[in-house]
């Protein structure tokens, strides 16, 4: 069975410092990888995606992807109170080269001041 | 990016009602995509609405439940049918774009 894998959390860590999230899937085939940031109430948002093995930076946020691992994980550097929320992870069926997502259950983050 | 808007935000219905959701985008797009979220969960994909043919389901859901109709590449509608309180969830429509999908706004059903 396709699965991702998140820890649920929360995740409390401190304003400034940086917030590590992880994600574990099963389908070896899966070739890309997102990350999302939902708000109690509101729709999942877009951070990032990744594809490529390695790191991927975009401001305070950097996707790490270790496909031999099957293993992707998010860095949010300089973590602000405004970041705390609930952060998907989500990866494509394998085998498609767009959508068909499988989300995490999601990683609740809270950053205190 | 794209700007996708769903109607109704929220609605309140009776058990063996149905309601059609609309999720209207900005632009033209080839793929969209329906969601539920049900309380407390993650996101668990509906189906795929395909412009001219018949949506793609995945396991566990059914067109006679699900009903999909894609007109064309800027709308999408998705009806749950006779509804019962299971059905309570945020329903989310989402385009592919750029290289990710990305959301519209959501409708919160409530089935009383």
């Known amino acids: 069975q396709k699965e991702v894998e998140q820890n649920s959390g929360p995740l409390s860590v401190p304003e400034g410092a940086i917030a590590s999230l992880n994600c574990t899937y099963s389908?070896?085939?899966?070739?890309?990888f997102f990350w999302y940031r939902q708000y109690s109430g509101k729709s999942p948002e877009l951070i990032m995606f990744?594809?490529?093995?390695g790191d991927k930076e975009d401001g305070r946020f950097t996707a790490q992807l270790n496909k031999a691992s099957q293993y992707v994980s998010l860095l949010i550097r300089d973590s602000q109170p405004s970041d705390s929320a609930t952060y998907l992870c989500?990866?494509?069926?394998?085998?498609?080269?767009?959508?068909?997502?499988?989300f995490g259950q999601g990683t609740i983050l809270t950053v205190h001041p | 990016s794209a700007v996708i808007s769903q109607k109704p935000s929220r609605d309140i219905c009776q058990r063996g009602t149905s309601l059609t959701i609309q999720c209207q985008v900005d632009?033209?797009?080839?793929?969209m995509f329906w969601y539920r979220q049900q309380p407390g969960q993650s996101l668990t994909l509906i189906a795929t609405?395909?412009?001219?043919?018949?949506?793609?389901?995945e396991s566990g859901f059914v067109i006679d439940k699900f009903p999909i109709s894609r007109p064309n590449l800027t709308f999408s509608t998705l009806t749950v049918s006779n509804m019962s309180p299971e059905d309570s969830s945020i329903y989310l429509c989402?385009?592919?774009?750029?290289?990710?999908?990305?959301f519209g706004s959501g409708t919160q059903l409530s089935v009383l």
């Open positions: 609405a395909n412009q001219g043919s018949e949506a793609t389901y």
């Open positions: 632009s033209q797009v080839t793929m």
């Open positions: 990744i594809y490529s093995n």
């Open positions: 989402s385009v592919y774009e750029s290289g990710a999908e990305r």
């Open positions: 389908d070896r085939g899966s070739q890309s």
């Open positions: 989500a990866v494509n069926a394998g085998g498609t080269s767009y959508g068909k997502l499988t």
